[in-house]
């Protein structure tokens, strides 16, 4: 349990200690030269957890789910997409599992449970629970004397409602709470300074627009979607009041929907994801801020703000902050229109001076009847990526209500 402690303290850390070492690395030979030169600058936030894929279709898809049609899973990506569900998909709930890590760990995941019901035909309501275990571990002291076990876990539980304003037009309102207990008020040194759990209350906004366009008798889907989601307040894991900003993130993408035939279509996705937190600011060897701005004291509406100029390399720099997602989806479906089967394949692409996660997804989809099941696979583009071989799994189950209320029967 040392060994996973020390993984686990390794993954949270690695990206504050690469800046850190490099920045001061830097100062030592001339801080001048390296301002408006490239260098690692990776934004970190607290509950990083909340920017995690949860399910298996847009896992699939390169992280794509903003404008790409809409299921349970909408309440993660676009909540606003809820009202615009298929005919006969009354109510429903999904359930999915991402063993976490798993080339390093064995005992970490991520769980997801949504669910939705339309109360009219332009309302619908949503509930999720999201769940991330981060296994068993051991802390001990400075001598590596084991002080206790612990199981560190974080969890986010949320409520939806989304409205449909026109035909082509829908937006939404998603409210939740997180918690987050890493390490249950251990005292971290003789000063007294101590850990406590982050709390946080949180909310997403979002939109989303939706039209069929007949071109050569055939009906195209376009679509478009945003969402800026966890616009909540700072937290702290200590005592001494150090609060950091929770990840909120915008999420701006298109979708388009291509028949091939009357059996036959494929969807193309693209999203732009933005953290809407400070960036860092270039330090020298004593800590001392370079260039760009000290983050400490801003506010979340300030932070929000001025996450689109803070970059100490300027506009250049805010570009590489932009995260880029691609995804494509082919569908497979039966006489009476409803989809039997699905093959999936996206990519990811981040800076590589914001972290520099790039990999491949690859997935498929299965349905039928009241039952849905997909499956991702990651596949990073370096070796020794502690990402690799992460799958995701994903269980769909949708019904349909009388005409009033009530369940009559199942439909996919």
């Known amino acids: 349990m040392t060994k996973k402690l020390f993984l686990i303290s390794f993954l949270t850390l690695f990206g504050a200690v690469l800046v850190k070492a490099q920045t001061s690395v830097s100062s030592q030979v001339n801080p001048e030269l390296f301002i408006g030169k490239d260098t690692v600058r990776v934004i970190t936030t607290a509950m990083p957890f909340l920017t995690i894929a949860p399910d298996a279709r847009s896992g699939a898809m390169g992280d794509v789910g903003v404008a790409i049609s809409p299921d349970a899973n909408s309440i993660h990506w676009n909540p606003a997409k809820l009202t615009f569900l298929e005919e006969g998909k009354d109510l429903g709930f999904s359930l999915s599992y991402t063993p976490w890590l798993r080339k390093l760990v064995n005992d970490m995941s991520l769980s997801y449970l949504t669910g939705y019901k339309k109360i009219s035909k332009q309302e619908v309501i949503g509930l999720q629970l999201l769940y991330f275990n981060l296994g068993s571990i051991q802390f001990t002291d400075n001598s590596g004397n084991p002080i206790r076990d612990f199981k560190p876990q974080e969890y986010s539980v949320g409520a939806t409602y989304s409205r449909k304003l026109s035909d082509h037009l829908g937006v939404a309102l998603n409210l939740k709470f997180i918690h987050s207990n890493l390490s249950g008020n251990l005292t971290l040194d003789q000063s007294g300074t101590s850990t406590k759990a982050g709390n946080a209350g949180a909310g997403d906004v979002s939109l989303f627009y939706n039209r069929e366009l007949i071109i050569n008798a055939k009906p195209y889907n376009l679509a478009f979607g945003a969402m800026i989601s ?15 900003f929770i990840p909120v993130n915008l999420r701006l993408g298109t979708a388009v929907g291509v028949p091939l035939d009357e059996f036959n279509k494929i969807t193309f996705a693209l999203d732009l994801n933005k953290l809407m937190v400070p960036t860092p600011p270039l330090r020298d060897s004593t800590g001392k801020v370079i260039d760009g701005k000290e983050d400490k004291n801003k506010s979340l509406i300030s932070g929000m703000i001025g996450s689109f100029g803070d970059a100490p ?19 497979y479906r039966d006489m009476k229109g409803n989809d039997l089967f699905s093959v999936r394949s996206g990519f990811f692409h981040e800076n590589k001076y914001k972290g520099n996660r790039r990999f491949f997804t690859v997935g498929f989809g299965l349905r039928y009847n009241m039952f849905g099941l997909d499956f991702a696979y990651l596949i990073p583009l370096k070796q020794n990526n502690p990402l690799a071989e992460t799958l995701r799994f994903t269980l769909h189950f949708n019904f349909k209500s009388k005409a009033p209320g009530g369940v009559d029967s199942v439909t996919e």
């Open 230 to 244: 966890n616009i909540g307040n700072k937290v702290s894991y200590t005592n001494n009041d150090q609060k950091n």
């Open 313 to 331: 390399n300027g506009l250049k720099e805010e570009i590489k902050e932009f995260m880029i997602s691609t995804g494509v989806e082919y569908t």
